[in-house]
């Protein structure tokens, strides 16, 4: 019996090893980034926009490119009273409330008295094409992250601020 385990053993190696070769060539996200990046609040700089969003919002991008393919990590600071029309978007959405509180209304009838309400420290997500309306009350910062190109598709399209401009 004693002269089996070495063998056994011996086999398990033989077998392991070209295995934990393969993996190790496995390329990972963290493999993309050659540096590291770290922000303390007062380093975050925040910019007017974006411009798919209704006016008052300000936004900083922490990570990637929202309009790229690709992970992504932004910021959003949104006013006392600021709202997002009803729209959806393309992928699945992310969204951690920093500060403040959001509220957001999903479905058909996006109503606001069935409407979820967000408090700081929350996460949520939901899936691609899923109809929502939102809003902040007080002001709120939202972290949102997720796979680009990242877009809103407003479902009126007269309620999407690329076209006032038009």
Request: net charge neutral.
């Given at each position: ?21 393969l ?29 798919s969003l ?16 690709g ?19 393309p ?15 999903m ?57 006032a401009?038009?």
């Amino acid at each position: 019996m004693k002269m089996k385990r070495p063998l056994t053993l011996s086999i398990i190696i033989a077998l392991t090893l070209p295995l934990t070769s393969l993996l190790a060539q496995v390329p990972t996200d963290d493999t993309k980034h050659n540096q590291h990046q770290l922000f303390s609040a007062s380093e975050i700089q925040w910019k007017e926009g974006p411009p798919s969003l209704p006016a008052g919002a300000k936004f900083a991008l922490l990570e990637g490119e929202p309009s790229k393919d690709g992970f992504f990590v932004m910021r959003l600071r949104l006013p006392a009273g600021y709202h997002i029309p009803p729209h959806t978007h393309p992928k699945t959405e992310r969204v951690t409330v920093i500060s403040g509180t959001f509220s957001i209304a999903m479905g058909e009838e996006l109503a606001h008295d069935k409407a979820y309400t967000l408090a700081t420290g929350a996460f949520g997500f939901w899936p691609a094409g899923m109809k929502h309306a939102a809003w902040a009350e007080t002001e709120t910062v939202l972290q949102v992250h997720g796979v680009g190109p990242w877009t809103i598709n407003y479902l009126n399209p007269a309620d999407d601020p690329r076209n006032a401009k038009k």
